[in-house]
């Protein structure tokens, strides 16, 4: 059972700080993002008006993420759709990447879905400021009533906490479930179909959920 607990990490100093960085969620961040980079040269490369496979499946998703991103956000589309593009391509890879042998979830370490809450937190408040101007952004904070502010602030605080655990709740779980029950039956019959549940089901809907809360709570925050 020593995969569950066990975390690789490199230490090392900078500026006389020293930091701890775990080598496989880094390493599996920078294969997903490999994959990310190589699908997108494969699907704009020689673009015809007449597509191939390649750049019709690139075309479908685009399409696909803009529709979703202009019903949401309205009119700011242009402006959220290669966000919202490029987060759900990055968490259904990372989600799925558990399915292959010798690879692991960025997302079952929290700092992936953590840091991904609070770019969402500060690309949220960065489009009110901008939409609203700040005054009428921090008048918003003491509504109903001015002594309410600091519960406002708190609710805005817990939704970063809310998407991020969340999503690392779900894949860690996924992944905890998967090896436990693999080292009961020596993965005879279950673990397969564990590994099309928890990554293929699960973790495209974690990836969905998460990508539309983040949309959801920009377009809250600029209306």
């Keep these: 059972m020593k995969d569950i607990t066990y975390i690789a990490t490199y230490s090392f100093d900078l500026f006389g700080t020293s930091l701890t960085v775990n080598t496989f969620t880094l390493i599996n961040t920078w294969i997903v993002m490999a994959v990310i980079i190589v699908l997108a040269i494969i699907g704009t490369r020689s673009l015809k008006g007449f597509p191939n496979p390649a750049q019709r499946l690139a075309e479908i998703y685009v399409s696909a993420m803009d529709k979703l991103t202009k019903e949401t956000l309205d009119t700011t589309t242009r402006t959220y759709m290669p966000l919202v593009s490029t987060l759900f391509i990055f968490l259904l890879l990372s989600n799925w990447l558990g399915m ?3 690879l692991a979830e ?11 809450g609070i770019m969402g937190f500060f690309l949220t408040h960065t489009a009110a400021i901008k ?3 700040i005054v009428q952004y921090l008048k918003e904070y003491c509504q109903p009533f001015f002594i309410m502010a600091p519960l406002n602030v708190v609710g805005e605080l817990a939704k970063v906490i809310s998407i991020s655990f969340r999503l690392f709740g779900n894949i860690l779980g996924g992944a905890i479930i998967i090896s436990v029950v693999s080292h009961m039956i020596y993965s005879l019959v279950l673990p397969p179909f ?3 549940f928890f990554g293929l089901f699960v973790g495209t809907i974690q990836a969905f959920v998460f990508t539309m809360l983040t949309i959801t709570y920009i377009s809250v925050a600029t209306k």
């Design 100 to 102: 292959i042998p010798g």
């Design 106 to 116: 960025p997302t079952k370490d929290l700092n992936t879905p953590l840091s991904l």
């Design 131 to 133: 939409e609203k101007g």
């Design 194 to 196: 564990l590994y099309v």
